[in-house]
């Protein structure tokens, strides 16, 4: 079969002749029909992910939208080492594979698939979002922010406020309320604080750094009453390390905590995934795609533009 596959780890993916796959017991062979560019994929793609074993070649690619032998269009995930979902077919373990509504198109499903996974994770799984309360996004302005706008949206969430450096991309999600982080800390800190005043339920924060540094303390000092505040911390786009006083955590019910490959068994992970799709559908979320051809992978590759998903198409 043809495949999306990596020969030269400096080189990047190609066109390429692979072998054909065999699938194992309780697995089963989807054809491939949308998968997309993640950061996991072009780490992974590049030999710097942490799950690459070293072996070469291998197809790339972790998820996708495709159809099984019945013909169901379903979302798969982790096609079995060495291939990938970036080919014209994928082995998946059955219990990898997610049946899709018929209102979400394939390359709709492929994009948002990893990013919304990541919202619906965090403010379901991990915050227990409940109809009613107030989220705010910090970092809310990228692809994953946007979905996770929709999705607290979609759960019934009271209020929603926006936080990131791009005005423009801030005043089109359509917030309650929005913080432009351009600002200086002495106008965030305020803007924070007169917030958090009004009460902040949850905190998905795909930002961490300096951000979190300025809005932790405060939410634990101007937050009313006594009701819980979940501080969801799912990604470090402007640093790894923050610098937070122990106090903070112990003056106030502050619950801190992840979400990602570790703090959820991934069978829940992976069911996130699949209910997200399905309220996807319900909801009409949206996300900016960059359709391609798979067969052009070599090309479009080096392209690829973190404002919009890169989906490779079979057809």
């Not at 309780?26 to 560019?37: E, F, M, P, Q, Y």
């Not at 379903?74 to 509504?101: D, E, I, K, N, R």
């Not at 917030?175 to 002495?186: E, K, N, P, S, Y």
């Amino acid at each position: 079969m043809k495949a999306a596959v990596v020969f030269d780890l400096a080189q990047g993916p190609v066109w390429a002749d692979f072998a054909d796959p065999q699938p194992h017991e309780n697995h089963t062979l989807v054809s491939v029909r949308a998968a997309a560019i993640s950061h996991v994929v072009k780490s992974r793609a590049s030999g710097k992910h942490y799950s690459f074993d070293g072996t070469l070649p291998f197809g790339v690619g972790i998820d996708g939208t495709g159809t099984l032998p019945d013909g169901q269009r379903v979302y798969f995930a982790f096609p079995t080492a060495p291939w990938g979902s970036m080919a014209q077919y994928a082995p998946v373990a059955l219990s990898h594979c997610f049946p899709l509504p018929d209102g979400l198109d394939d390359t709709a499903a492929a994009a948002m698939a990893n990013p919304g996974m990541s919202g619906w994770a965090a403010l379901v799984k991990r915050a227990g979002l409940q109809a009613g309360e107030t989220v705010l996004i910090n970092g809310a302005t990228g692809t994953a922010g946007q979905l996770a706008v929709q999705i607290a949206r979609h759960l019934g969430a009271k209020k929603i406020i926006a936080t990131g450096r791009n005005p423009v991309a801030l005043a089109a999600l359509g917030a309650d309320a929005c913080v432009c982080l351009t600002d200086d800390d002495a106008t965030l800190s305020a803007q924070f604080a007169e917030l958090a005043s009004q009460q902040i339920d949850v905190v998905v924060d795909y930002l961490w750094g300096h951000s979190a540094e300025l809005l932790l303390p405060i939410l634990a000092k101007r937050s009313p009453g006594h009701r819980p505040i979940r501080y969801v911390q799912v990604g470090s786009l402007s640093g790894a390390d923050i610098s937070l006083n122990g106090a903070v955590l112990r003056s106030a019910p502050l619950q801190l905590m992840g979400s990602g490959i570790g703090s959820l068994p991934m069978h829940e992970l992976l069911q996130a995934t699949g209910e997200m799709l399905q309220a996807a559908a319900i909801g009409g979320f949206t996300i900016a795609t960059t359709p391609a051809r798979l067969c052009d992978v070599a090309t479009a590759w080096p392209l690829d533009d973190s404002q919009k998903r890169t989906v490779f198409l079979t057809e």
